[in-house]
């Protein structure tokens, strides 16, 4: 008899290089190696001149990398020595009872959190099951709101699996909205109403605890033997416009169709529902110190560009002043590289929202995914500060003719 054991992937001397690529033929060279051998993986894509890219080796193919590196003669040094080192300094302990802002948590843990706060906040936040999952799993959010029918913010979490501080910052906001004492923070908390969501992709959050912590995409299982769709790529605007080859092996692959995944089409059907409710619409990321805005198929400044661009210089300003943590903002496509069918994009063609930005939350090069747990606190705290100047620059600008879809509530 043959028996097939799951088993955790492990990452035990994996390495990972920063390599500097400063010609566009170096680039070309560098996106080709992941075709070469699946024990290359980008940690970010090689898009721009002059930029770092990331890259993790399995250490059978250390050889094979320095020999690249020298034929392509292109320099890198090394970032990471031992990536299952760090994957396990961020898997949270069985033996945590309470949820806490030094570890990270499982979905199982996220979601009992977001029970509790609604037992114990009953009239402030509301439990919303806004999708369900490939493999069965809600998709569950809340609803806060301190005054009925203020102007809402919508906060997603988690679409990509292996992002874990992207959930973590979600959950800070939230508890940060129901518990801060600092005026700012309580006036921006209860001025708005907040639609948080902070595990899009469920099913790949968990996939990421028990299995394989690097894993990005969903868990649907398709006719190819490779597993999983991007879900910031199955959306429903320009959806598979710029990949030449929508592969379904690829960790980017953007599904049969838009809006193929359940998750995306569920998601959707609630969103749509709430559209009317909400005006901004923010989607954290990892990693890369980015504030980006769509779009993500040109570079051209499309639509409100001047204005997004302004408080995003400002938020970011605002970021920094607590740890020093440079952020750049932009265009997605121009600061980072082109991508279609993502949901900020998705929100902002389809219902016209004006305020869409996507946080690549820290950090840049030292940690990538991996960040440890003793930042989610600090990355909370200076993400919480860039969104109090967020939304006092859109309230300052109120006086645009772009603000007059907000809703009067907010002028007041
Ligand atoms: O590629 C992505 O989906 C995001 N970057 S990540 O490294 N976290 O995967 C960027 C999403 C930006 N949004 C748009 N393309 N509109
Ligand atoms: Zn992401």
Redesign the pocket.
């Known amino acids: 008899m043959c028996l097939t054991i799951a088993q955790k992937a492990t990452f035990e001397n994996y390495k990972v290089f920063s390599i500097m690529p400063t010609t566009e033929i170096q680039i070309k060279q560098l996106f080709q190696m992941d075709n070469i051998h699946n024990g290359f993986t980008f940690w970010?894509t090689p898009a721009l001149t002059n930029r770092i890219v990331n890259l993790m080796v399995a250490p059978d193919i250390l050889p094979l990398f320095y020999e690249i590196m020298a034929r392509i003669n292109i320099s890198y040094q090394i970032n990471i020595e031992n990536v299952q080192k760090l994957v396990d300094q961020t898997m949270p302990s069985n033996r945590l009872t309470s949820f806490d802002f030094n570890n990270y948590h499982t979905l199982e843990r996220i979601y009992m959190n977001l029970n509790n706060l609604a037992k114990n906040y009953p009239d402030n936040v509301q439990i919303i099951i806004g999708g369900t999952t490939y493999e069965g799993r809600e998709i569950k959010g809340v609803k806060v709101s301190f005054r009925a029918n203020n102007p809402g913010i919508f906060i997603e979490g988690g679409i990509?699996a292996k992002?874990w501080i992207s959930p973590a910052t979600a959950m800070y906001i939230l508890h940060q909205v129901l518990t801060s004492n600092e005026v700012d923070i309580r006036a921006l908390a209860e001025s708005h109403d907040w639609y948080i969501f902070p595990v899009f992709n469920p099913d790949g959050y968990v996939y990421t605890h028990t299995t394989n912590r690097m894993w990005r995409k969903n868990r649907k299982l398709s006719n190819s033997f490779c597993v999983g769709v991007?879900l910031?790529?199955n959306w429903n605007y320009k959806w598979n416009t710029h990949t030449l080859k929508n592969d379904p092996c690829s960790n980017?692959y953007a599904g049969s169709g838009p809006l193929s995944e359940i998750e995306t089409k569920s998601m959707s059907k609630y969103i749509k529902t709430i559209s009317d409710k909400f005006y901004a619409y923010i989607a954290f990321?990892?990693h890369?110190q980015l504030l980006?805005f769509?779009?993500?198929h040109t570079k051209n400044h499309l639509d409100n560009y001047d204005e997004l661009h302004d408080i995003g210089l400002k938020a970011i300003a605002a970021l920094k002043k607590k740890y020093g943590t440079e952020y750049q903002t932009g265009n997605?496509a121009e600061k980072?590289y082109r991508?279609?069918g993502?949901s900020?994009?998705y929100i902002k063609a389809t219902y016209g929202k004006q305020i869409t930005y996507?946080y690549?939350l820290r950090d840049r090069d030292n940690y990538g995914f991996l960040l440890p747990p003793d930042l989610i606190i600090p990355t909370g705290e200076e993400i919480m500060d860039s969104l109090v100047v967020m939304f006092k620059e859109v309230k300052a600008c109120r006086s645009l003719s772009l603000w007059k879809f907000v809703t009067s509530d907010l002028l007041n």
């Open positions: 970010n990509h992002e991007d910031n790529r980017n990321h990892s890369a980006l769509p779009y993500g997605i980072m991508a279609t993502s900020v994009d996507t690549e």
